[in-house]
């Protein structure tokens, strides 16, 4: 019942942001019903718009979970944005010492790169939370921009191309290192890694001891700490490992779709990510789905851009009331399961 009415409310908060969006394009003299329209084509009207709406789902699928997981245990990790950023870095970091090796060590080495970099920039917020209790959404926040500013810094300077014309952007990678494409779209194979992470985290923390303690944590840390659970451990540990998909993502980016530092690396997939995993409200399974959607949304902006002239951010307004309707539905939601307690609670009791 609790995923069939957050279905529900996902959807309903879809119809009433697109409404909202549509109200504002009538006052902007479009027509709405062929703005929506194009947008919807655009992201899955073909083959192509919808591989391209599975490539922007990658890294949004990604940092949806490196929120996701830290959710359970109570956290709120608003880095995905930057941990994407450092595990870029550190991907391309390492090819430079490595280069004449050969390419599936180069690879293998690149992704743990990554990842291993993703994990210590979520570190930083995981230990002054463990250890000092200092807010983690906030520090997660802050050092977003940190990690932007360190990568604008690297493309113009220590890895700037020297081919670039002064162009802020890094090398390119070696052929051998760039992912290969499925078919004649640039959709790759960190799609079935994404989706595999995803039902992978999904069964452990619903099904194992381990994600059984850390879903414990997440309802009420004190009681957890009485019974012998190690709360600070699994605090670290769950945004650490946050921080390590949502480098893999940045891998992703900078294998598959991007093959350079630049500084345009993301379009926000670690906030679109964030996104997502707020509005799924710790149901793992519909992260999958609901990041297709919000690909889809990125897709379908990018194509009126194109077509109709409209700023891209158009996909951003239409996240952002969806996020918003998502976060009205929560009164409502509280007070149906109060229903339901009371009206369990007076079956008994005339039982």
């Not at 718009?49 to 929120?67: D, F, I, K, M, Y």
């Not at 004449?100 to 930083?124: E, K, N, Q, Y």
């Not at 004190?222 to 605090?235: N, W």
Request: net charge positive; proline share 4%.
């Amino acid at each position: 019942m609790s995923r069939l009415v957050s279905v529900a409310i996902i959807v309903g908060s879809l119809i009433l942001a697109l409404l909202v969006v549509s109200l504002g394009l009538v006052l902007l003299g479009q027509q709405p019903d062929t703005i929506l329209l194009t947008m919807f084509s655009g992201a899955f009207g073909s083959f192509y718009g919808l591989s391209e709406t599975l490539l922007r789902t990658v890294p949004v699928l990604l940092c949806a979970l490196a929120a996701a997981i830290p959710a359970e245990s109570g956290q709120i990790n608003i880095g995905g944005e930057g941990q994407l950023h450092l595990g870029a870095i550190g991907a391309v970091l390492v090819t430079g010492p490595l280069m004449g090796r050969s390419a599936p060590l180069v690879i293998i080495l690149m992704i743990t790169a990554a990842i291993f970099a993703g994990a210590v920039w979520a570190a930083i917020p995981a230990t002054l939370r463990a250890l000092l209790g200092v807010n983690e959404a906030l520090v997660s926040l802050f050092l977003n921009y940190v990690a932007i500013y360190l990568l604008q810094y690297l493309v113009q300077g220590p890895l700037r191309d020297p081919a670039s014309q002064g162009w802020p952007m890094g090398s390119p990678l070696d052929k051998d290192l760039v992912l290969s494409r499925l078919g004649d779209t640039r959709l790759h194979l960190g799609i079935f890694v994404a989706i595999l992470l995803a039902l992978f985290s999904a069964a452990v923390i619903r099904l194992t001891r381990r994600g059984t303690e850390l879903r414990v944590v997440g309802l009420n840390a004190a009681a957890s700490a009485t019974v012998g659970i190690p709360v600070r451990g699994y605090l670290f540990a769950s945004l650490a490992l946050g921080g390590a998909v949502a480098g893999l993502a940045g891998y992703y980016e900078i294998a598959a779709v991007q093959h350079r530092l630049r500084p345009d690396l993301s379009l926000g997939f670690g906030y679109s990510g964030f996104l997502v995993a707020w509005i799924c409200r710790r149901q793992l399974l519909l992260i999958i789905p609901v990041s297709i959607l919000v690909a889809g949304l990125i897709v379908g902006a990018e194509n009126l851009q194109i077509t109709s002239g409209l700023p891209a951010a158009t996909g951003d307004v239409a996240q952002g009331f969806l996020l918003l309707f998502v976060l009205l539905s929560q009164p409502l939601l509280a007070w149906l399961k109060r229903r339901r307690a009371i009206r369990l609670v007076m079956e008994s009791e005339l039982s």
